[in-house]
């Protein structure tokens, strides 16, 4: 089951950019939240910052709270390791392991944990494919074929099923489908669709259709700061802010 | 789900980074040591008579290097005439003309002669030059190192021409001049002060070289009167001190190796500076 | 806004500049560029042969090499034909050469090198490239660097008087007593031997699979650094799956290398061997390389035969450091695919 996460005066830097400003955010459990914004506001930096990805860029900096359930991100006692495994995350261009096999690949994170019974490795390598909506594709060729060697779509797929694997509550996207054609991309909006039932989406896009099918909760960023936080209906049909709607209708980004 | 093994797994990252962090000391421990010791046994015997005097004969003590160093500096100079303008052509030619399976295979061999053992290039010189002349010479030292400098120089002079960009060439050619003078007056000139960090690099790694001169150049306890004798260098005669049995040879050793290496690191200290002050300079 | 690019711009007609010389003028100018055209593609070809020359001769110097090499060996391949690598014998007096000696300790040398060589060289590599802060990053590198540019000779000077007294006093002792066992340690402790040309090469080795391995981690995109972080992975297991195990050919490769230039090594190893033909179990017992042999009695040989064996010797190294090296070389391109690319600027 997925948890809520909430951020309290989250401030992010690379250097001296400033480039998350002051965010305020409740995210809701068990729905897909889409974050929009034009080019550069912030949305990417803002996601990474909750599964403590963005402290991994050199001079990276960090102020403020994210809980994700009960735990605080940042709390002193909290490891970056155990948040990552918890709050899982796709990148915008698929980044299997290219070394590994397709079973490889989606065990890695199990086998980092300790697991070592096959029949359970089987088992849940299995289930992740299968949530993944790849099972079928590759079934038959789970440790013959190299992560690498399957087609864009089915590396991203691959991907969310390496993420899934280490059974997180929160799965992070940063425009999982900008890389990938339009089958690839509906496959994923469908493959959101099912995942949200038990786990809690943050989507990152720049493709506002995309936002309007998948997700329940809209977020509306604009050079680091977070303009509008709504349902989804309301962003699209009744924004509150004028440069949310400026946005929507097109007059920029 | 899985916080029980987390401990085991911090620990085995903390031990990484220190293991890691070890090797490295480790391994720049010799680093000082030899510098070290190069210092400590070496600048004691550094004075005027060790840079102007030739060896005593063995079991005496005193003399010195000075016809070590000047053989030395006469090689490298037979060296670089061999070496510097062949190096320089093929980096010329790979970097403007090389481009398909000629390129590679030039560029192959290249590499190819780049690890050829400096003993076995001994042996070709010895082959080429001593055998006819029947006797050593630093014509002979000439040809080995000179061999050598030539796939470095080709290598590095590729690289600095490859790094001047192409709207350049394309503007002058643009311009009406013809292809050899763009490459000479052009870009040549634009990456010339990279080539010449190219060549010093060359001179400090050959300079250093030993076994391709044992018998080519082969030493001398005197003046050479021409390039045609055997001659001393630096390298040879810190060899052949440091397995003799006389305790004030190998203090001599210590010194010309000091001096060796101060030459190498100089040198290479300047084709840093050369080199961090930007590869443009020239031509502007 | 599209209302504005409909605007003067269209309007305006492209006009060429007005001719301002003389029909006189016209004609010299256009003979000049002429002359210039017509006088270039002989100045280009010329040039282009020269460069051509240039690089033609380095395969000259190869083919040079090879026929050197095979012409004075020849006397001592029709000697002894291919046993001359497994006989044991080496007698200049009675001229009878056989070079499996040489060819048992060089090998042993240079492997003893590589074992001590590659966890230090991975370790350094790993530390200056993921695990180091930022600022000592090119301090470090440097220092390495600048091991790499130390001659052998002073590698063997050093090794001499430095190094031999600490083996022989402190190490050798010290192996005796714990790990004699094996058999690897027995007979007199000279300091000079096996393992002292072997800890002094993997010393020269360092600096080159230091550096290779360096950049090929570098090489390997943060993608997937990013890919093993984002699944709960510690720094040391990051580094593990998405570093080393991609860069693993190219690792590969760099140890090669520095096995081809152990190989090769003549003067630190000359130095400190002890240059005695023998084969012998223990690490404390001298040996001979075949680069060493080459060193020592080149110079001395007095007849044909045994200047041709030492010909030979030198072929057979020749060969083998050519076949390591090329193998070493198509795992590193496997990675960092080679060469420069041209800057678009």
Known sequence: ?253 | MMLKKYWWRSFKDKLVVGLAAGATVVVLLPLGAIFGYLVYRGIGSLNWNFLTQIPKPPGETGGGMANAIAGSGLILLIASLIGVPMGIGTGVYLAEFGKKRFGYLIRFTADVLNGVPSIVIGIVAYSLVVIYQKHFSALAGGVALGIMMVPIISRATEEMLLMVPQSLREAAWGLGIPQWRTTLSITLRTASSGIITAVMLSFARVAGETAPLLFTAFGNMYWSRSINQPTAALPLQIFNYAISPFDDEHRQAWAGALILIVLIVVSMSLVRMVASRGVFKGGN | MLKQMNGPLLKTKFQPAPEVSSPEDQAAEVSRRKTALTSSPFADAAFRYLMLGCALSVLAIVVLIVRELIIRSTLSLHAFGLKFFFRQAWDPVNGDFGALPFIYGTLVSSFLALLLAVPLSVGVATFTTELCPRKLRSLLSYMVELLAAIPSVIYGLWGIFVLVPILRLYVEPFLAKYFGWTGLFGGPQFGLGMLGAGVILAIMIIPVITSITREVMSAVPTAQREGVLAIGATRWEMIRVGVLRNARTGIMGAIILGLGRALGETMAVTMLIGNRPEIAKSLFAPGYTLASVIANEFSEAADDLYLSALVEIGLALFVITLLVNIVAQLMVWSITRGNAARATA
């Open chain 1, 1 to 253: 089951m997925g948890v809520g996460i909430q951020v309290n005066q989250l401030n992010a830097w690379f250097g001296n950019t400033h480039a998350v400003r002051d965010i305020q955010m409740d995210i809701p459990a068990n729905h897909a939240t889409a974050i929009i914004g034009p080019s550069g506001c912030g949305k990417s930096t803002f996601v990474r910052c909750l599964n403590r990805m963005h402290e991994t860029i050199p001079n990276a900096r960090v102020q403020g709270t994210v809980k994700v359930g009960d735990t605080h991100v940042y709390g002193n006692g909290t490891s970056a390791v155990e948040i990552r495994r918890r709050v899982g995350m796709v990148f915008q261009k698929p980044n299997p392991f290219p070394t590994m096999s397709v079973y490889d690949n989606v065990a890695a994170g199990l086998k980092l944990n300790g697991y070592r019974n096959r029949r359970e490795l089987d088992e849940i390598v299995e289930r992740s494919l299968r949530q993944a909506a790849l099972w079928d594709e590759v079934k038959d060729s789970l440790k013959k074929k190299s992560g690498a060697s399957l087609s864009g779509g089915q590396q991203q797929r691959l991907c969310i099923a390496r993420a899934l694997a280490v059974e997180p509550e929160v799965m992070l996207m940063d425009e999982p489908a900008s890389a990938l054609d339009p089958i690839s991309t509906s496959k994923i909006e469908d493959l959101i669709f099912e995942l949200k039932q038990n786990y809690t989406i943050v989507i990152v896009t720049h493709n506002m259709q995309q936002a309007a099918r998948v997700a329940e909760f809209t977020a509306f960023f604009l050079i680091g700061n977070l303009i509008e936080f709504d349902k989804t209906e309301k962003i699209f049909t009744n924004p509150s802010d004028k440069r949310t709607e400026d946005y929507i209708t097109g007059r920029f980004g």
